[in-house]
């Protein structure tokens, strides 16, 4: 059974930093590119980043692009998404979701994705 489960939101203030773990389990981890998305209430779900198998090649929405690094570490089954220079346009529930294939194919379909976690909330106080 596949678990993907987030972890490491909460409040920050603007400018600050965050750090979001998601643990995944059930399958076979290196085999698939790794996502994170975000929602707001009332607004349509955004993808973030991504990262493809290997870790090696990684994609950014523009929105925070320059600020946001994703990681990942095959050995742990753990994907990371490291936030600094937090605004308060970045509140929102964020979402570790499993890819369809090794490389972020259709990286921003958020409908491709197979697996989701419940979210953790980050909350960005001005």
């Known amino acids: 059974q596949v678990q993907v489960e987030e972890s490491g939101g909460g409040l920050v203030q603007e400018g600050g930093s965050l750090k979001l773990s998601c643990l995944a389990s059930?399958?076979?981890?290196?085999?698939?590119?790794m996502a994170w998305f975000r929602q707001a209430p009332g607004r349509e779900r955004e993808g973030v980043s991504c990262v493809t198998w290997s870790g090696i090649n990684k994609y950014y929405a523009d929105s925070v692009k320059d600020r946001f690094t994703i990681l990942r570490d095959n050995g742990k089954r753990t994907v990371y998404l490291q936030m600094n220079s937090l605004t308060p346009e970045d509140k929102e529930t964020y979402y570790c979701?499993?890819?369809?294939?090794?490389?972020?194919?259709?990286?921003?379909?958020?409908?491709?994705?197979?697996?989701w976690g419940q979210g953790t909330k980050v909350t960005v106080s001005a």
């Open positions: 059930g399958f076979t981890f290196d085999d698939y590119s």
């Open positions: 979701a499993v890819g369809s294939d090794l490389y972020c194919t259709e990286v921003w379909k958020d409908k491709i994705y197979q697996h």
